[in-house]
């Protein structure tokens, strides 16, 4: 069971502290947990932003996480082009 204090960030989708909100990519490639892939001209362009939702359906018993990589494929637009660790 999760600890209240990280059942309750869930719930109310705060983004974890070393979390990134955006992560900017010209185009869609591929699913990321717990972000979407949009286009926001009021913000930072195009990328993946984090929304919580996959956390939150999880937590809901909606979703099931998929198998956890020790890295996560770069980005196109990533200030650098090698496998970051997640």
Known sequence: ALPPKERNRI??????EKVEYFIPSKTFVGWKWDY??????????TGYYWDGMDSLLELKGE?????????RPAVAGDDDATQQET
């Open 11 to 16: 719930l109310e989708r705060k983004r974890p």
């Open 36 to 45: 979407i892939f949009t286009t926001r001209t009021n913000s930072e362009g």
């Open 63 to 71: 979703r099931q996480r998929p198998p956890a990589t020790k890295k």
